[in-house]
């Protein structure tokens, strides 16, 4: 029994000392400010515009958005983009759509219904063209990483060089806050790379921010409803309770009367 014990102790001291290890060794997310953050935020339509421009002219060339309707760009909450355009930005891609009376496939300008145009054909075609790595979908990308919105926007900006010493492999690249330090994705983001259309300065910071923003929507597109439900059901509880105990106070001071 005590073998055990000492056994337990010495596992437990290991791992422990393994977690310490690693969280002192990991390096603290870069962060912004957000205005989706905190139970009043909100989207702010000038960046998820932004985003979506980064997104489309940096992103989308490697990077699918699977679960977005080109209709969505135009839906309240998300970067309300009137219809027109959002028709507008549809009809720039190709749709392969069919089969027609003869039996074939075609392409078609994308339509509002359409979901957002796939940059492979299949998953073989994308790790063909990316040295091997497929490049996951951003849909719920934000969501789906431990960090969220900090962790994508400080992997997006936390390319350097190696430490002394390290050797990487050709095509992998350095990066102080990806999980293992190890990125096949070169650095996507450089100073004035996109021309925004507001004539926001493009900085890897402001670009990094922006699209952010925008995948932080595509992952929570009811994100401000959620908010508008839960403000006015902690209202509604706050009233309710004050009722409550009002009513309580009026029975219990009958009682006391009666006594």
Known sequence: MLKFVKYFSLIFFLISGNIVS?????EKLLTTDWTFKGPFGKFDRAS??????VYQEVCASCHSLKYMSYRNLSEEGGPEFSVQEAKAIAANFEILDGPNPEGEMFTRPARLSDKFAMPYANEEEAKSANGGAYPPDMSVL?????????YVYSVLLGYEDPPVGMKLDDGVHYNKYMYGNKIKMPAPLSDGLVEYADGTSATEQQ??????????WTAEPHLEQRHKIGFRAIVYLIILSILVYFSMKKIWSRIETEV
């Open 48 to 53: 998820l515009q932004r985003g979506y421009q």
């Open 207 to 216: 670009m990094a921010k922006d699209v952010v923003s925008f995948l932080m």
């Open 22 to 26: 690693s969280a002192e060794n990991a």
């Open 142 to 150: 934000v969501k789906a990483r431990k960090g969220g919105a900090d």
